[in-house]
C-alpha cells in the first residue's frame, strides 16, 4: 500500500459519477443501510466520506437531515450543486479532514459511511469519533472492503488498509462502545484487478449507542 501520498479526490470528483460500478456499489450499500437502520423522517443523519453524494440522496428523502462530510471539497461542491438543483433543504455538507484532527460539528441519530474508512489510517479513533456523534440510541453503519491483498485498486496511494477482516472489525465496534454489532454484506464488486477478474465483497456492520 502507498501511504506517503494523498489520492487526490478533487481531480477525481467532476467525472466520479461516471463510472456505472461506482453508481451501482452505492446504491447498493444504500439499500444493505436502509434495510439495517430503517431511517426515519425524524432522524439527523450524517453521511461520513459521502464524496459526490450518491449513497447520502439515497437516503435524503427518508430522514430530517443529513449532512455529507468529506476531506475533498471538490466532492463537497458536486454534491452542493445536487442539492441545489433539485432544491433540497435538508442536505447539509460539512469540510472535514480527520487525519489532521479536524472534527465533524453536531449530533446525529444515524452515522453511515461507505469505502471510506480503508482510506483513514486510525480505525480505532474514526470508530470511537462515529461513537461521539451519536446521540444515545442512535446507529452506525459502516461499509467497506472485506480483507483483500490489495489488488482491487489499480493504485494504491492513500490506502492504508486492504479491507477488512469482518471479525476484527465487529471487535472494534463493541472497544469502542457499541451494542448490538451486526455484520452483513452489502455488495459484491466485480472488476478488473492487478490479479484478473475478481469478485470483491463490500461489507456492512452496523452497532448502536447505548
Known amino acids: 500500500m502507498n501511504t506517503t501520498e494523498k489520492r ?3 481531480k ?8 456505472p460500478m461506482r453508481v451501482k456499489l452505492a446504491n447498493d450499500v444504500a439499500d444493505a443501510i436502509i434495510a439495517e437502520a ?5 432522524m439527523e443523519a450524517l453521511d461520513f466520506g459521502c464524496g459526490t453524494g450518491l449513497v447520502t ?35 447539509r455538507t460539512q469540510a472535514v479532514d480527520f487525519e489532521h484532527r479536524e472534527r465533524i460539528e453536531g449530533a446525529f441519530d444515524l452515522v ?16 470511537k469519533e462515529v461513537f461521539s456523534l451519536l446521540r444515545p440510541g442512535g446507529t452506525a453503519c459502516i461499509a467497506d472492503l472485506e480483507k483483500e491483498d490489495g489488488s482491487f485498486h489499480p493504485d494504491n496511494t492513500g490506502v492504508f488498509h486492504y479491507g477488512f477482516d469482518r471479525e476484527h472489525l465487529r471487535g472494534l465496534f463493541g472497544d469502542a462502545g457499541f451494542c448490538e454489532v451486526r455484520d ?27
Open 57 to 91: 440522496l439515497r437516503l435524503q428523502p427518508l430522514v430530517k437531515t443529513i449532512t455529507g462530510a468529506d476531506s475533498s471539497q471538490g466532492m463537497l461542491a458536486i454534491l452542493d450543486a445536487k442539492a441545489r438543483k433539485q432544491d433540497l433543504a435538508n442536505v
Open 8 to 10: 487526490d479526490f478533487d
Open 184 to 210: 452483513t454484506t452489502a455488495a459484491h464488486v466485480v472488476r478488473a484487478g492487478k490479479k484478473g477478474t475478481r469478485e470483491y465483497p463490500v461489507l456492512l456492520i452496523s452497532g448502536r449507542k447505548p
Open 112 to 127: 453511515v459511511s461507505s469505502m471510506t474508512f480503508h482510506h483513514v489510517q486510525d480505525t480505532v479513533g474514526l470508530l
Open 12 to 19: 477525481e470528483a467532476a467525472a466520479w459519477d461516471e463510472n
Open 38 to 42: 430503517h431511517p426515519t423522517r425524524e
